[in-house]
């Protein structure tokens, strides 16, 4: 079975640009969730989204969006990127959302 | 909001050693996951533990859960290169939570 895939790997950007990021859960997987990692902050959790909906969010601002397809695939989109917004970001997917999450391998977006 | 303290923040061994890293909680856990990441990675799941005194072993990892459901030891027994990575622990809230990871080194 495939594993969660993200699109694309690395991503260079300037300030003031806007960036969308995709995520492919493992198939059957219906909850996907969406993670900022920085060496200063560590892990944090962007939001959740299950069946098109998102049922949890962190706190991140307004710039920081997603959305979920019918098909489980989802995106996030950062607007008016911020030099701080550079990270790893990774998505992981589970059946519910309750279960165990499996990881992608991220997305590094540099914010120039 | 509950938080997830890993020590130690970095971790040095020579090959063969065996170490333990700890997490510890602010709250009781109901969900403890251990995940390890290798350096800019996605993180690749270990294991899960979810009542007090369970211990769960993959490979030469154990990891266990305190009684009390407020602490976890993830203990790797004659560590080898493969493992030097960074390992997580996250904790089921109505999200999941995770501490700041351990860097693990292993010295051939």
């Known amino acids: 079975k495939a594993g969660v895939t993200q699109t694309p790997r690395y991503l260079i950007k300037t300030r003031g640009q806007q960036v969308t990021l995709s995520c492919s859960p493992i198939?059957?997987?219906?909850?996907v969730s969406w993670y900022q990692q920085t060496p200063g902050q560590g892990l944090q959790f962007l939001f959740e989204?299950?069946?098109?909906?998102?049922?949890n969010k962190g706190n991140f601002p307004g710039r920081f969006s997603g959305r979920q397809f019918s098909n489980s695939r989802s995106e996030m989109n950062v607007s008016t990127l911020e030099l701080g917004d550079s990270a790893l970001y990774l998505c992981?997917?589970?059946?519910?959302?309750?279960?165990?999450?499996?990881f992608g391998p991220g997305t590094r977006l540099l914010v120039l | 909001s509950q938080e997830l303290e890993q020590s130690p923040q970095s971790l040095i061994v020579q090959e063969g050693k065996n170490l333990t890293i700890n997490c510890t909680s602010s709250?009781?856990?109901?969900?403890l996951y251990w995940y390890k990441q290798k350096y800019g990675e996605g993180l690749i799941f270990l294991m899960m533990?979810?009542?007090?005194?369970e211990e769960k072993s993959h490979e030469k990892i154990t990891a266990k859960l305190d009684e009390k459901k407020q602490q976890s030891s993830l203990h790797i027994t004659a560590s080898q290169p493969s493992h030097a990575g960074i390992y997580l622990c996250?904790?089921?809230?109505?999200?999941?939570?995770f501490g700041k990871g351990t860097r693990l080194h292993i010295l051939p």
């Open positions: 989204y299950f069946s098109e909906t998102q049922r």
């Open positions: 533990l979810q009542k007090g005194g």
């Open positions: 709250k009781t856990l109901y969900g």
């Open positions: 992981a997917s589970s059946f519910g959302g309750r279960e165990t999450q499996y």
């Open positions: 198939s059957g997987h219906r909850s």
């Open positions: 996250g904790a089921d809230e109505d999200k999941i939570i």
